[in-house]
């Protein structure tokens, strides 16, 4: 085991709890119980996550009542539930030592009338950002009543096995807009002062430590910061969480600010642990065990963070989605072997933003653990596999086909692994998507794949050859539209710009506003501007004002213009990272025209019609080609003629779509084949 991990595997003692480890799993909601009840895919799930080895997990949210938030939650308001949640928990308890927490959740003004059938209740009648909904304002008496709901939902945890509950503090609940100003507007007595706002989260802890005895563990999901302008900074905060844990915390989950923020929590643009200084604040305030959240991407950064004393536990949420086992894996130095989260948010935030069920970019089982509960089947006889194209689809078809016992070889026209991960990459918000390189590279080492990089396959290369099985995984390549002059010297593409391989003059013009077109915008942008090294430098020297370092390291010195049919940029980009891209562009100054066309490029710009038919020309000295991409499915087209159903085809090379569904075909073909 690295050294480093060892901080990893203390227990720690919180009441009657001693966890194993030091990580947990945080509540995340998964959309598996559209019920409310708890069933057997979501005791699956779980029970993976236990098997390998995660000291707690935090289920939920769970409802507290008919407004917490509605019935796609986990129901914790009747005693119908508990049969199910008992369930869960002896699940849990029979397989492993994991600990498992129910959070007591109620979205006041976050909630929608929609799934509550009712309006929304909140301390006063202030719309939500979220729903556009305005709630009722509760009474004391209804206020008491909730109160009362979270102490009985308690009780209920506690009679259903669980080893603790969350209270939900944060992330702009109902908790949270008590304590808010710009949410609480009351003129009695949880309103006003700081200390009548505080007051609704001190007497649902007090009565909730009523309800479940002084010896079992309470924790409370808390925000660190609001980051909302009026609303809660730090420094209230601080003095929120000491009278929260007067009342009766044990343990507190550290997290970031509301979901309506205008600071990036969970994408990719957040550094790795860039908000475990909230938890160290906390944990200095209070004196009380803290847990640490939000972009801790492995486990070798969380062994550092507790070794240097920023919390004791850490919260690996996403990662844990990617890969159930990494607990234990890290436990039996197989740190190579994790499946890496690469924060890319498609199947799990963004899913249930859309109101799917959660699943995963890189893990193709997660969300179907109760179809793989006995791994992955076995191949009955062995079979000699081609695979073309060592692109994210190739790759997983690869490594899936190995683990049932065939013996895979890949053919690599380039000379690395990855294909157009090597592109997605480039965007700093994005690094993380080359781990998932490194990972195809270690498992086919492990499992013995054959990998023949530099070798462009040809049909007869394949054909003389007696394989049993052909994947064609060769990926898509780049469209080139009908422009005028789309051959000059000023026009590159956009993978050109990403792979670093070409020069840009200092004004650009991006046609293209989807994806693409904007990671090549802040790309460029990026390497126009000084990085977080040079900055941090400049400030600690006093070399330049706070003013001109946050000028230097965000504006960037290019001239930028992203020309886009659409009437929106970046429509294909997911709901949860989509914002924050086109925040930054538009502070950054690119400039983004839309419902436009290129019509001719110029050596100085590109001329342009708009939907009126009106041309215009925007300056530019280097143009740059996002428009998308299309199929390379020739070779596929020629051996599936020749050689028919032992010839497949997978990912971009057949449909042009996003890396999870390159990822999972690959996945699906090679249990099924």
Known sequence: MDSVLKFVFKPLKIKSMEIENRIGMPSMHLN???????????????????????????????????????????????????????????????????????????????????????????????????????????SIDEIKTIED??????????ISGFDSVEILGSAGYLISQFLSPLTNLRKDIYGGS???????????????REAVGDDFPIMIRQGGS???????????????????????????????GWHETHVPQIAGVVPN??????????????????????????????????????????????????????????????????????????????????????????NPIAGKELLYQNGIKKADKTKNIAIIGAGAGGMSAAIYAAQRGYRVTVFEKKERIGGQLHIASAPSDKKEFANLITYFENEAKRLNIKIVTNREIKAGDILKDNYDEIIVATGAKPIIPNIENINSENVVKAEDVLSGQTALKDRVAIIGGGAVGVDAALYILEHS???????????????????????????????ITIIEMLDSIGKDIGKTTRWIALKELAFCGVKMITNAKAKKIEKDGIVIE?????????????????????????????????LGDRVHIIGDAEKVAKLPDAVHTGFKLAVEI
């Open 194 to 208: 700081f200390e009548n706002r505080a007051r609704f989260g001190v007497e649902v802890i007090k009565k909730v």
């Open 226 to 256: 609001d980051f909302v302008r009026r609303s809660n900074t730090t420094a209230e905060i601080l003095e929120a969480i000491k009278l929260f844990s007067k009342a009766g915390i044990d343990l507190i989950n550290v997290t970031g």
């Open 149 to 158: 709901d979270f102490a009985n939902a308690a009780y209920r945890a506690k």
């Open 32 to 138: 598996f119980t559209p019920n409310g009840a708890i069933g057997e895919k979501i005791i699956s799930f779980y029970k993976e996550r236990a098997k390998g080895g995660v000291g707690l997990i935090v289920i939920g949210g769970c409802s507290i009542n008919d407004t917490a938030g509605g019935e796609h939650l986990i129901g914790l308001h009747s005693d119908k539930f508990i049969p199910g949640l008992k369930r869960l928990t002896e699940e849990i308890h029979k397989t492993s030592q994991t600990k498992i927490a129910a959070q007591l959740y109620h979205a006041g003004r976050y909630a929608s009338s929609f799934f509550i059938g009712k309006q929304p209740v909140a301390p006063s009648p202030v719309a939500s950002k979220l729903t556009k909904e305005t709630p009722k304002e509760l």
């Open 529 to 559: 501007r000084i990085n977080a090294e040079q900055a941090a430098f400049l400030l600690k020297w006093e070399a330049e004002t706070c003013d001109k370092v946050k000028e230097l390291a965000t504006k960037g010195f290019k001239d």
């Open 273 to 362: 642990a860039g908000f475990a200084y909230l938890a160290y604040g906390i944990k200095k305030a209070t004196g009380k065990p803290v847990i640490i959240s939000n972009r801790v991407s492995t486990i070798e950064l969380a062994a550092k963070l507790i070794r240097d004393g920023w919390g004791d536990m850490v919260n690996l949420g996403r990662p844990l989605i990617a890969d159930p086992y990494l607990i234990n894996k890290a436990r039996e130095d197989k740190t190579k072997q994790i499946i890496p989260c690469i924060s890319c948010n498609q199947l799990c935030f963004d899913a249930v933003f859309k109101g799917k069920e959660v699943g995963c970019s890189v």
């Open 610 to 642: 708009d939907k009126d038919a009106k041309e215009s020309k925007i300056p530019a000295d280097t143009v740059v080609l996002a428009v998308g991409y299309k199929p390379e499915n020739q070779l596929y087209n020629i051996l599936k003629e020749k």
